[in-house]
């Protein structure tokens, strides 16, 4: 678990490479926009060109470990989604070891604050907000998710969410031995900082979605989640995309990889069903 942990501040930023891949055409991105005042809390949001609003919203946490990561990586994830019609947003957030747990969850529920307060000036429905991440981001959406006091910060409530999609994510992977991790979640064996600790009633629809060939974050913790989920009664869809790793199920994402799993029409159904 140590070495999963530990790759994950490597192994999640593939896009930085590719982007030159993604078509620039058939949409708009408006950069940098600030939901707080640090330099890391800023948002970009892609916004169909011909589609007619108001459209769902789909707000995206990368990974990194919680430890890197840039919202300008992930041109290929705003394309993939605001061409089906949807309004994207890819935020930053603070990283370690400027803030620990549960600094990054904070900024996740501030820029979903953002998009609840501004998703109508770019066409987006801000009753049709979605939150999705990546590993590291999963954790941070998953727990937003499971822990409505985020959000209540924000002076929201959990309503805000229609839906949630995680994909390889972290949520529940105690005991920690790395010193990083530890120091970052505040002890070895900090129970209140795992999002499947947080569920205590019915949460939001979510879609868990994960690669059998993941090596870097077992796929248990989807199936602990979900069973978690299960149990208080919540919708919960599972899917694990068979041969597929912790980078290949991001990268089926971006044009010309995306018959390596049906993850992007995936997501599409679960949000236009929802």
């Given at each position: ?11 999640c ?52 470990g ?19 019609g ?22 996740a529920a ?63 992977f105690?005991?920690m ?62 899917i ?31 949000i236009?069903?929802?």
């Amino acid at each position: 678990m140590a070495a999963g942990a530990a790759a994950l501040a490597s192994a999640c930023s593939p896009f930085a490479a590719i982007n030159l891949l993604v078509p620039k055409s058939g949409y708009a991105v408006h950069r940098a926009l600030a939901f707080g005042s640090d330099p890391r809390q800023k948002l970009d949001i892609y916004v169909p060109t011909n589609a007619k609003g108001p459209m769902p919203v789909l707000l995206f946490l990368y990974g990194g470990g919680w430890q890197g990561g840039s919202r300008t990586d992930y041109l290929a994830f705003g394309q993939a989604f605001s061409s089906a019609g949807m309004v994207v947003a890819v935020a930053d957030y603070r990283l370690y070891p400027q803030v620990k747990f549960p600094g990054f969850v904070q900024d996740a529920a501030g820029a979903l604050a953002f998009l609840h307060d501004h998703a109508a000036q770019y066409g987006g429905d801000p009753n049709r907000i979605f939150v999705s991440g990546h590993s590291a981001g999963a954790y941070n959406a998953v727990m937003l998710a499971s822990e409505p006091k985020f959000i209540e910060a924000k002076g929201g409530r959990l309503g805000w969410i229609r839906g949630v999609i995680g994909l390889c994510g972290p949520y529940d992977f105690l005991p920690m031995s790395d010193p990083v991790y530890v120091e970052m979640f505040h002890g070895t064996n900090n129970l209140e900082s795992m999002p499947t600790n947080h569920v205590n009633g019915v949460r939001q629809p979510m879609l868990l979605a994960t690669g059998t060939a993941d090596t870097t974050v077992d796929q248990g913790n989807t199936d602990r989640m979900a069973d978690k989920l299960r149990s208080f009664g919540s919708e919960v869809k599972v899917i694990k995309y068979h041969g597929t790793g912790h980078v290949g199920i991001i990268l089926s994402l971006v044009p010309g990889f995306r018959k390596m799993t049906s993850l992007r029409q995936d997501m599409i159904d679960f949000i236009r069903s929802h």
